[in-house]
């Protein structure tokens, strides 16, 4: 459900300030990022536009990552429950990347300001 009736450019354009934002509040793993973008803006992004900018941000130091196992339970061909442990991959903000979101954040407080 969409919360925000916000433009997909402007989603874009301030992509990685959503994702520090979401990242603030506790880690998460990609595909969970792309969900809660989608049902806070409403935009599906493709997976290579996700894991673009978190891979930019990982080698700018802004957020980090590690790789954890989640045990999923799935139904065989045959219709037989079974559960393993999968990788998943949870990106988490550094102090850096909080940095960053606090200066964003300001800047576009000032911009919002300036034009009133």
Wanted: proline share 3%.
């Amino acid at each position: 459900m969409k919360k925000y009736q916000i433009s997909r450019q402007a989603v874009l354009e301030n992509f990685q300030t959503i994702l520090l934002r979401r990242l603030s509040k506790n880690p998460l793993h990609g595909y969970g990022l792309r969900q809660e973008v989608r049902d806070v803006y409403g935009y599906d992004f493709y997976p290579r536009t996700f894991y673009d900018h978190l891979k930019i941000m990982e080698r700018r130091k802004l957020v980090a990552s590690r790789w954890d196992r989640k045990m999923v339970t799935q139904l065989s061909r045959l219709g037989v429950r079974y559960s393993r442990n999968i990788p998943i991959k949870i990106y988490e903000i550094t102090g850096k990347g909080m940095e960053q979101l606090t200066n964003s954040t300001l800047d576009l407080q000032l911009l919002l300001r300036s034009m009133s």
